[in-house]
């Protein structure tokens, strides 16, 4: 395997499935399913899950409510998609652990770095929660903030898409996809691969990020062996 430890994140849209709004069951037990192939190849995995699938902070704002307080129910709907995943990676025969930003004692351990690490060196995978704990940040940043904490390899961003292209290929039939990308050439060209808190906080630790279809089965484990799968974003 090319990577010893990735943070794989992943959108709430993502755990829809086909469905318009929560958790797709079937669609999480795929991920499991995908995610224990590259965990039987001893690669230590840590995940972050966004929360759109539930409920989207800015929406809410945008609808009249308080930011601070539509972020905080947002963080709650991660621990909500954290616990679906966990439940599913469990069944699939995996040990994890459900760390978070804000505690909740019943049902996870408060975020703590150096536990975290401790879990992944002892073949646990670590699910991230609650984003950073902080109103105004996006679960992107907080996938960029623990890969750096963690001193992870890569991040790995699971979405609908095989990759990063020129423009919206859901929207333009012309757009071309990049195998490979600098971050410069990424703020260059307005590409919206995360959020720039998150991006730069990528770049700024020279964290490379791949983006790539997380619905076809297969691309996690040949992503970790080293292949080339999405598009790479390095300097």
């Known amino acids: ?8 994140k992943l959108s709430g849209e993502a755990l829809m499935g086909n469905k318009q709004y929560g958790i797709d069951i079937d669609r999480v037990a795929q991920y499991a399913q995908d995610v224990k192939t590259v965990y ?17 902070g800015l929406s809410a704002e945008k609808a009249g409510m308080d930011r601070v307080q539509a972020d905080y129910m947002g963080m709650l709907a991660t ?11 469990e069944k699939a025969g995996m040990k994890t652990r459900l ?3 804000i505690k909740m004692e019943q049902i996870c351990e ?14 646990r995978i670590v699910i991230f929660g609650a984003g950073t704990g902080n109103p105004y940040f996006t679960t992107d940043t907080a996938a960029s903030l623990r890969a750096i904490e963690i001193n992870a390899d890569v ?12 423009a919206d290929p859901e929207k333009d039939p012309n757009a071309t996809k990049f195998d490979q990308i600098t971050f410069q050439d990424v703020y260059n060209r307005g590409l919206n691969v995360m959020d720039m808190t998150a ?3 990528c770049q700024e630790n020279k964290l490379p990020i791949i983006v790539f279809d997380m ?19 390095k300097d």
């Open 110 to 123: 408060p975020f703590i770095r150096r536990r975290a690490v401790r879990h992944l060196e002892k073949g």
């Open 199 to 201: 991006f730069t906080l």
């Open 155 to 166: 991040v790995l961003k699971g979405t609908r898409v095989d990759g990063i292209y020129t």
């Open 79 to 89: 621990v909500i998609n954290s616990m679906a995943l966990q439940d599913a990676l």
């Open 215 to 233: 619905n076809k089965t297969g691309n996690l484990t040949r992503l970790a062996k080293g292949e080339t799968i999405g598009t790479l974003v």
């Open 1 to 8: 395997m090319k990577y010893k430890r990735i943070l794989l």
């Open 99 to 101: 760390l978070t930003a």
């Open 40 to 56: 039987d190849q001893g690669v230590e995995i840590a995940i972050v899950i966004g929360g759109g699938n539930i409920y989207r």
